[in-house]
């Protein structure tokens, strides 16, 4: 036990590297699933439908269904495609993705783990927003290259278009962050949320207020680039088939599938970082009891899940849910309870629920607003997101400039 | 061997590589893919200088933004692979054995240089090369290097214009 021990002790860095990276791997594969119910079910009440709701209560299984399906069909490489590119493209469109995520500081406080410190989040890069932005810039790749490595026209059409795009919003996306960047005087994300600290205002200090343009410009370059609704022309089902990904089939498919979600998620992380605060809380710092919320919203959602679970007739829904809800209102009670838990939560509670938010912002735009004309798209990126970034640069650099103190 | 040593001579290995298959390749996508693979090893190696900002920027620009102009365009073309032709006439003519020979050395004599220069620098104590930080680069590039950064935004403004007029003229 004490080699073991002293094993740790020894490499502590790298063993808490992979453990971190594990974890954070699994959460965000099993939210990327989680996502993709959410979204078929509040797109189908939005609709007046009911969404997936025969896999389990509410249809809480149909992404493990999806899941084993992905891994058991047939998967067909189409004649003629170019095997190199053809297989590379999907893994290029998933690492990058998640790599992203790695950059994503989630809470403000240091995890002692058997004695040793570790932050919540993979790596704190000094230019953590920079790197952030490049790996983005090569995720264009994983769509362009299944476009052309298909050997077919549909994928090359959304391929085409997919680069078009990226090289059309990028410049309004880097522009429109530029603002903050100058505000907070740093590329780390760490620090720019830090920089947003208000202890008597609260919500007051957030970026939001001055950066609006900023936040608005980047808001729309970042669904452009991850082909989301409305500019999802890549994908277009009603013109190019399935775009980009047609001949891909199986877990290929799922690959560009989870990939997108991911970034969704990284893009959603980054408005509330740089525009919302990330960790801070809404309230000022005064409002003690604000630290409450995180039980007030769990111990009532556990509650129902507990009672909407027994009503059910399957062993899943008699036994499963009410074990959920009672773990959900268990780690409530838990916060009360230990107020040392419930201090470290806080961090990860407000930026979750702001990931949260964006991520429902998402789905309701896709439940909402029709695609774009290809170009309207391009009139759209240059002719307005470009230069209004542009004035946002200028307004806040004249700004900083007249209320420096010489 | 230190870690950084092994990543040197793995990133170096790499960009090697992709430079010599960005020739071979006979598809223009492979070569545009290799030369991607050149562009991010030599971001690594940027990185492994301690130029965080410069190494971004590398991937950002060059492995981002034109790489993919690079891919779109040849996308759009569609070009295919090339044909195989005889060597070229220089290579033939005999002199392209002396051609590398004076190439590497000039190579070397600019590396060994180089490197005295950086040593020299890294031994003179507040007088060294300070690029590793990006407000000290920055600093440097809007106030020592102000007029050549300037001139550059303008050259390439130029060749912006250029492009807009040279498509322009097909529209008449």
Sequence with gaps: MSALSAFYQANAFLILAVVKIALLMFIVLTVNAYLTWFERKVVAHMQSRWGPHRVGPHGLLQPLADGAKFLLKEDPTPAGVDKFVYYLAPLLALALALTSIAIIPFGPDKLNVFGHETSLGIVDLNIGILALFAITALGVYGVALAGWASNSKYPLLGGLRSSAQMISYELALTLSVVGVILMAGTFNLREIIESQYNARWGILGWNIFPQILGFLCFYIAAVAETNRVPFDLPEAESELVAGFHTEYASFKFAMFFIAEYTSMITVSALCSIMFFGGWLSPFPASWTFTQFLPSLILIPFGLWVIWDGIRYETIFGKVILPGLGTVIAGLGVLFILFPAVNHFVQGPFWLLSKIFVFLFVYVWMRGTLPRFRYDQLMAFGWKLLLPVAIVNVILTATAILVRSPH | ?172
């Design chain 2, 1 to 172: 061997m230190s870690l950084s040593l092994i990543l040197f001579f793995l990133l170096a290995t790499l960009a090697v590589i992709g430079a010599v298959s960005l020739i071979l390749q006979r598809h223009p996508i492979h070569s545009a893919l290799s030369l991607i693979v050149v562009m991010v090893a030599l971001a690594g190696l940027y990185l492994l200088l301690g130029a965080e900002f410069v190494a971004a920027v590398q991937i950002i620009v060059y492995g981002g933004a034109i790489m993919v102009l690079f891919v779109f365009v040849i996308m759009l073309l569609n070009a295919a692979a090339e044909e195989r032709t005889d060597i070229s006439k220089i290579a033939n003519s005999g002199l392209i054995l002396p051609l590398v020979a004076v190439l590497t050395a000039f190579l070397g004599v600019t590396i060994a240089r180089g490197t005295e220069f950086m040593q020299a620098a890294a031994r003179a104590p507040g007088q060294g090369l300070v690029l590793a930080d990006t407000r000290a680069l920055s600093h440097m590039l809007f106030t020592d290097f102000v007029y050549p950064f300037e001139l550059t935004s303008f050259l390439i403004l130029v060749a912006i214009l250029g492009a807009v007029v040279l498509a322009q003229r097909e529209n008449q």
